[in-house]
Antibody, heavy 117, light 110 residues
Framework: QVQLVQSGAEVRKPGASVKISCKASGYTFSNFAMHWVRQAPGQRLEWMGWINAGNGNTKYSENFQGRVTITRDTSASTLYVDLSGLRSEDTAVYYC??????????WGQGTPVTVSS | QSALTQPPSVSGSPGQSVTISCTGTSSDVGTYNRVSWYQQPPGSAPKLMIYEVSNRPSGVPDRFSGSKSGNTASLTISGLQAEDEAEYYCSSYTSSATFVFGGGTKLTVL
């Protein structure tokens, strides 16, 4: 069965960077696109960006102004998101999700990231 | 990219029907049939309920249906059940090859 298992909770100071992983299993990793979505406490879902796991092409939300980088390791069936220049507003739960443009049927369990001095 | 517009809350009694709207623009909802709906109980990851405007993934009850007219998509839940109480989000593909979510709608089953 399809599973997306994310890395554990992270705590960072303002200005630092964080890299979160999402290990996929149960399907051919390179056949699908992968997305990162985050949710600040009590707030709406926010789309961050996506990667074609096959060819590595990426697209990011303008809201992150170059602070986000999505990569993948096809040999390990693992997706990554790197967010730099952290500020308190980046405190959120970060989710990976699988799918192309029609909808995302598989989600990771979420990784809480806390940014605090 | 601005968020899609959803009502903050809707409510209904068991057995009734409710509809949640999701209004975008001609750059997203109005042009692409790539609208999806997600159910999110508190503290849980989102669950796909509708994809490509009106399609249900396997396992989603047929009480859930989706539609679209112009720049507005809608999710209708008929025969409300207590277990349907959750936050619901719409999402759309955009002309920038990005995606945008709605602000979320809290469904309360009275």
């Amino acid at each position: 069965q399809v599973q997306l298992v994310q890395s554990g909770a992270e705590v960072r100071k303002p200005g630092a960077s964080v890299k979160i992983s999402c290990k996929a299993s149960g399907y051919t990793f390179s056949n699908f696109a992968m997305h990162w979505v985050r949710q600040a406490p009590g707030q709406r879902l926010e789309w961050m960006g996506w990667i074609n796991a096959g060819n590595g092409n990426t697209k990011y939300s303008e809201n992150f102004q170059g602070r986000v980088t999505i990569t993948r390791d096809t040999s390990a069936s693992t997706l990554y998101v790197d967010l730099s220049g952290l500020r308190s507003e980046d405190t959120a739960v970060y989710y990976c999700a699988r799918g192309w443009t029609g909808g995302w049927s598989y989600w990771g369990q979420g990784t809480p990231v806390t940014v605090s001095s | 990219q601005s968020a899609l517009t959803q009502p903050p809350s809707v409510s209904g009694s068991p057995g009734q029907s409710v509809t949640i709207s999701c209004t975008g623009t001609s750059s997203d909802v109005g042009t692409y049939n790539r609208v999806s709906w997600y159910q999110q109980p508190p503290g849980s990851a989102p669950k796909l309920m509708i994809y490509e405007v009106s399609n249900r993934p396997s396992g989603v009850p047929d009480r859930f249906s989706g539609s679209k007219s112009g720049n507005t998509a809608s999710l209708t839940i008929s025969g409300l059940q207590a277990e349907d109480e959750a936050e619901y989000y719409c999402s759309s593909y955009t002309s920038s090859a990005t995606f945008v979510f709605g602000g979320g709608t809290k469904l309360t089953v009275l």
